[in-house]
Nanobody, 122 residues
Framework: QVQLVESGGGLVQPGGSLRLSCAAS????????MGWYRQAPGKQRELVAV???????NYADSVKGRFTISTDNAKNTAYLQMNSLKPEYTAVYYC????????????????WGQGTQVTVSS
């Protein structure tokens, strides 16, 4: 199994910054992609940003230019740097990973973290 542990959430004022971290541990041969999703109250979970093992990134239109996703492959950790935060970004942020667990595996498995609350409010 693989565990994803998020950290870095909290309360921040509009215009402020936060940096989320997601550390993956367990049976991991390679991580094909890691991503961040968020779910606001009463809304569906949505993609915020994703990064592949080759470093390709994709962002939701609403966060382009404000958020940056990155990884430390040696630590199996993903980061989400969030700048110029808006109240509408308030949500639970979830980490997601697409993992090849063993060298002989022909499929990957998807894992989720428990989520970290981000609240943007004055």
């Amino acid at each position: 199994q693989v565990q994803l542990v998020e950290s870095g959430g909290g309360l921040v004022q509009p215009g402020g910054s936060l940096r989320l971290s997601c550390a993956a541990s367990g049976v991991i041969f390679s991580i094909r992609a890691m991503g961040w999703y968020r779910q606001a109250p009463g809304k569906q979970r949505e993609l915020v940003a994703v990064i592949t093992e080759r470093g390709s990134t994709n962002y939701a239109d609403s966060v382009k230019g404000r958020f940056t996703i990155s990884t430390d492959n040696a630590k199996n950790t993903a980061y989400l740097q969030m700048n110029s935060l808006k109240p509408e970004y308030t949500a639970v942020y979830y980490c997601n990973a697409d993992v090849q667990q063993r060298i002989w595996d022909t499929r990957t498995n998807e894992y989720w973290g428990q989520g970290t609350q981000v609240t943007v409010s004055s």
